[in-house]
């Protein structure tokens, strides 16, 4: 187990920098959950859009009530009734909706064709709409119960029009399933692990095969009495413990950081996210391996991992939810290891009972995941055979050529 010692012996030199970058991507982690979390949150919080009235109607008690009833529900910004003052305010967003009333808009109002009031929303504000929508109840109740009972004082209907408009409903959620659900922040954590993982991996794999490469070591192990094939499986193995304590080290993070989130956690969900996260761990091992053939010095190792980590991550649904990816997209990252990562984890964490046993889906999102796996590791394995092959038989022309 000389080249197994060896490999530990290399990253013990190289622990201060890989520690470095350890706790760079272990915060970047947790700050990319947190960041994410806050802006994928699923929390209702109602809109005040800011509005305008122009009265040129007077002071109707129809006009009056439409008045208090955007102001329950949204910010009056008061300005000048001139046509350059309304055009700046639309311009720079000043407000996000301009009601016009014309004159004689309350005489015509229970009529067959009553005037229509004049608005103007922000483009592409959807506070502005919602703002021509609230408009929009009031008018219609209003105008509805006038017609009904014609004989109805106006200021009464106002008044109950914005009381029944002001009802509330009190919305209670309750947990039917088997399963409690996983929490946003975590799903994210998990979510943001491959791309940590992925990187954290082929850094320290790198490291290592790297010195490995050089041509001067190379040439000396060719010389030595061990083989190809324990040499490297002797890699091989230190490849597997080291991914291994890269998962164990990410997953040990995400108890500390979210141990509230896991005290309510169904345990069931817990074991199928962190089996997940392991199958991951087996492609991304892979990943570094094979890379780490073409990494001949420390000088690119930083930008290949980085390529290679944020391209898949991009293209896998890690930063960008997949439900956002266009159809082309979608098509490409199917290719990608890092997208069927994804899949498993999002059908784990929609799983609310087991009665059914585990979604077959995420059974075979991990059968992909560990084909990927074997797929990249058998090429790597062949790549560094071949590799070693051209080595010796530009070392035996070398030889002749010295006879």
Same mark, same amino acid.
């Given at each position: 187990?000389?080249?197994?010692?060896?490999?530990?012996?290399?990253?013990?030199?190289?622990?201060?920098?890989?520690?470095?970058?350890?706790?760079?991507?272990?915060?970047?982690?947790?700050?990319?959950?947190?960041m994410s979390a806050q802006? +994928?949150?699923?929390?209702?919080?109602?809109?005040?859009?800011?509005?305008?009235?122009?009265?040129?109607?007077?002071?109707?008690?129809i006009t009056q009530g439409?008045?208090?009833?955007?102001?329950?529900?949204?910010?009056?910004?008061?300005?000048?009734?001139?046509?350059?003052?309304?055009?700046?305010?639309?311009?720079?967003?000043? %407000?996000?909706?301009?009601?016009?009333?014309?004159?004689?808009?309350?005489?015509?109002?229970?009529?067959?064709?009553?005037?229509?009031?004049?608005?103007?929303?922000?483009?592409?504000?959807?506070?502005?709409?919602?703002?021509?929508?609230?408009? %929009?109840?009031?008018?219609?109740?209003?105008?509805?119960?006038?017609?009904?009972?014609?004989?109805?004082?106006?200021?009464? #209907?106002?008044?109950?029009?914005?009381?029944?408009?002001?009802?509330?409903?009190?919305?209670?959620?309750?947990? /039917?399933?088997?399963?409690?659900?996983?929490?946003? %922040?975590?799903?994210?954590?998990?979510?943001?692990?491959?791309?940590?993982?992925?990187?954290? #991996?082929?850094?320290?794999?790198?490291? #290592?095969?790297?010195?490995?490469?050089?041509?001067?070591?190379?040439?000396?192990?060719?010389?030595?009495?061990?083989?190809?094939?324990?040499?490297?499986?002797?890699?091989?193995?230190?490849?597997?413990?080291?991914?291994?304590?890269?998962?164990?080290?990410?997953?040990?993070?995400? /108890?500390?950081?979210?141990?509230?989130?896991l005290a309510v956690l169904?345990?069931? +969900?817990?074991?199928?996210?962190? +089996?997940?996260?392991?199958?991951?761990?087996?492609?991304?091992?892979?990943?570094?391996?094979?890379?780490?053939?073409?990494?001949?010095?420390?000088?690119?190792?930083?930008?290949?991992?980085? /390529?290679?980590?944020?391209?898949?991550?991009?293209?896998?649904?890690?930063?960008?939810?997949?439900?956002?990816?266009?159809?082309?997209?979608?098509?490409?990252?199917? /290719?990608?290891?890092?997208?069927?990562?994804? #899949?498993?984890?999002?059908?784990?964490?929609?799983?609310? %009972?087991?009665?059914?046993?585990?979604?077959?889906?995420?059974?075979?999102?991990?059968?992909?995941?560990?084909?990927?796996?074997?797929?990249?590791?058998?090429?790597? +394995?062949?790549?560094?055979?071949?590799?070693?092959?051209?080595?010796?038989?530009?070392?035996?022309?070398?030889?002749?050529?010295?006879?």
């Amino acid at each position: 187990m000389r080249v197994f010692k060896a490999c530990f012996q290399i990253m013990s030199r190289k622990m201060g920098a890989l520690a470095i970058y350890v706790v760079i991507f272990m915060a970047l982690s947790v700050l990319l959950t947190d960041m994410s979390a806050q802006q +994928l949150s699923t929390d209702f919080t109602a809109e005040k859009p800011t509005f305008t009235i122009i009265d040129r109607d007077g002071d109707t008690p129809i006009t009056q009530g439409l008045r208090r009833y955007l102001s329950q529900n949204g910010t009056e910004v008061p300005l000048k009734d001139e046509i350059q003052v309304l055009q700046d305010a639309t311009f720079y967003r000043a %407000s996000d909706y301009i009601v016009i009333i014309p004159q004689g808009f309350a005489a015509s109002f229970l009529t067959a064709a009553p005037l229509q009031l004049q608005t103007v929303t922000t483009p592409n504000s959807a506070r502005g709409y919602y703002a021509d929508s609230l408009a %929009s109840q009031y008018l219609q109740m209003v105008r509805s119960s006038l017609l009904a009972d014609p004989g109805a004082d106006p200021a009464q #209907v106002v008044e109950t029009a914005i009381s029944d408009l002001g009802q509330h409903v009190q919305v209670t959620t309750r947990q /039917f399933g088997e399963a409690q659900p996983v929490s946003e %922040s975590y799903h994210i954590f998990f979510r943001m692990q491959s791309y940590i993982l992925m990187v954290m #991996v082929m850094l320290c794999l790198s490291t #290592v095969t790297i010195a490995f490469g050089r041509p001067d070591l190379r040439r000396r192990n060719l010389c030595s009495p061990m083989n190809a094939g324990r040499l490297n499986g002797q890699l091989s193995l230190y490849s597997l413990i080291i991914s291994l304590f890269c998962w164990l080290l990410l997953t040990l993070l995400g /108890f500390v950081v979210y141990r509230c989130d896991l005290a309510v956690l169904d345990m069931r +969900l817990l074991g199928l996210m962190l +089996l997940n996260a392991l199958v991951f761990t087996l492609v991304a091992m892979a990943i570094s391996m094979l890379a780490g053939i073409f990494m001949k010095s420390p000088n690119t190792q930083n930008a290949v991992a980085n /390529f290679v980590s944020l391209g898949l991550s991009f293209l896998g649904g890690v930063f960008v939810p997949l439900e956002y990816l266009g159809q082309g997209m979608l098509a490409v990252a199917h /290719f990608t290891p890092t997208y069927w990562y994804s #899949v498993a984890l999002n059908r784990i964490c929609k799983i609310s %009972s087991f009665s059914g046993g585990v979604p077959v889906e995420i059974w075979q999102a991990m059968g992909v995941q560990l084909g990927f796996a074997a797929a990249l590791l058998c090429i790597a +394995l062949v790549m560094a055979k071949y590799a070693g092959r051209s080595e010796r038989a530009l070392q035996q022309s070398h030889t002749e050529l010295q006879n």
